[in-house]
């Protein structure tokens, strides 16, 4: 498009009524007035950290359960009132969320507490400084401050998988050195089994309290982006039938409000890109392949090496099923020589191939092989269309 056709199409899209009244009520990161279906989870959690209010240390809490089953938002939205209280009342309490899965802020213990100690105000390189002094800097921030401190650790899987679980313990024994503050934490995984792999000194410091975020069933979900799409969108837009499509997709992938939200926020911009003046059910399919595309995408683009290694051996094998993990890992060997990588022993890559099975790129199904032990078959559970692609994108990434 030249460039005076260009303006000409941004003056026509401003001059365009949009389908959208506010487009954030439908991001992830909003955090509505209301949370609805959430009640039980909310009294519990707001039950167990009422007694910072008195300046008394709350127990630990971990809150599980699927993603898009609301543990973040009632995180949120129980955090915000606190700090409203605590400022009203002048109360030294501090509330410091971090998003785990953000690689540059929690991939390292290191780096977390960097995170936290800057939180206080402190000024800590990116690198160079011993673990150990991060931690002192971090403990006399505490001290000098005099709070009742509150960590929120989204996604704390992931920083276990990065970092180890020590990080973990490390941070609950903070407090025996600690004079005149406390610290509590918060931890939130969508891993149902996160628990039962931690050391147990770690997992008894950590899940002192623990809140399971049971999935939204599909009438749940009509509600939340009823809800929702009376803020989000302009009167009359949406048609019979659109919410409860979105519900019934949403419902199907456990319950997740958050892909439904997701589903009809890009159902919108299908429709407004389309300039139509109404959201149609089709759109709603629309949205799901997208979707589906750009999620599996994404995932590919953000494996460590040697997941993309094992995928893209996977994929040369040019068929969807009947393909086993010995015949992976010779072809895997090879892949690796190419790329410059040291191979991982085969169980190892066994282990990757489930990690696989649990994002949903592949179905691995253990198969008994009598005598000769146990392997693992394995079919592609992404759509043909897609193969190509991702097979480009591993080529990118890995130099191949």
Known sequence: MAEKGLTGFFENFLKKDSLFAKKAVLQSSYTPG???????????????????????????????????????LTAKYISEHLTTIAKNKKLAIKIIHINCKLSKVADTEYRLIAQLARELGKEIPPTGLPTEEVYNIFNSAINKENIQLLIVLDEIDQLVKRAGDEIIYNLTRINAELKHSQITLVGISNDLLFTDHLDPRVKSSLSEEEIVFPPYNALQLQDILRKRSETAFKPGVLSPGVIEKCAAYAAREHGDA???????????????????????????????????????????????????????????????????????????????????LRPLTQRRVSDIIGEMDMLGIINARVISKGRFGRT??????????????????????LGL
């Open 34 to 72: 209301e949370i609805i279906h959430r009640e039980k989870e909310l009294n519990l959690l707001a039950n167990i950290l009422a007694p910072c209010l008195r300046l008394e240390k709350p127990s630990n809490v971990f809150l599980y359960g699927k993603t898009g089953t609301g543990k973040t």
């Open 258 to 340: 958050r892909r439904a939200l997701e589903l009809l926020r890009v159902a919108g911009e299908i429709a407004e890109r389309n300039s139509e003046l109404k959201i149609i059910i089709d759109h709603i399919d629309e949205a799901e392949e997208k979707i589906e595309k750009d999620r599996v995408l994404d995932i590919v683009k953000t494996q460590p090496k040697q997941q993309q290694v094992t995928l893209h051996a996977i994929l040369s094998f040019k068929k969807t099923e009947g393909i086993f993990t010995g015949d992976i890992y010779d072809v895997y060997k090879k892949a690796c020589a190419r790329v410059g």
């Open 376 to 397: 693992r078959e394995i079919s592609l559970s992404i759509p043909s269309s897609l193969i190509h692609k991702i097979a480009s994108v591993l080529e990118q990434s």
